[in-house]
């Protein structure tokens, strides 16, 4: 069975750190791009960040120079720096991976809240 775990999510202030982690297991994602995603109430889900297998890695403007991803391939685990963060990234974080033709990514963890008070 192939799982996406995130942690790291919590309670911060503006202005704080946090680092995000996504542990895959049941198969490796080392040859796939893996992503970063959010849901805050009453939105969509939005892209975040993506590391491809190459680590190349595209941002959203809203978290450029700001947040940072990266990967793990011997741990199978992809990370979400998460630096001066602001009110209007709390949200739930979602790891994704193995992008499909469909546009969306064929695995996703269970989801880590970040709240981030003003």
């Known amino acids: 069975q192939v799982r996406l775990v995130e942690s790291g999510g919590g309670l911060v202030q503006a202005g704080d750190s946090l680092i995000l982690s996504c542990a895959a297991s049941?198969?490796?994602?080392?040859?796939?791009?893996m992503a970063w995603s959010r849901q805050a109430p009453g939105k969509e889900r939005e892209f975040v960040a993506r590391?491809?297998?190459?680590?190349?890695?595209l941002y959203a403007d809203s978290v450029k120079g700001r947040f940072t991803i990266s990967r793990d391939n011997a741990k199978d685990t992809v990370y979400l720096q998460m630096n001066n963060l602001k009110p209007e990234d709390t949200a739930v974080y979602y790891c994704a991976g193995k992008p499909n033709t469909m546009g969306t990514y064929d695995y996703w963890g269970q989801g880590t809240q970040v709240t981030v008070s003003s």
């Open positions: 049941g198969r490796s994602f080392s040859s796939d791009s």
């Open positions: 590391i491809n297998w190459n680590n190349s890695r």
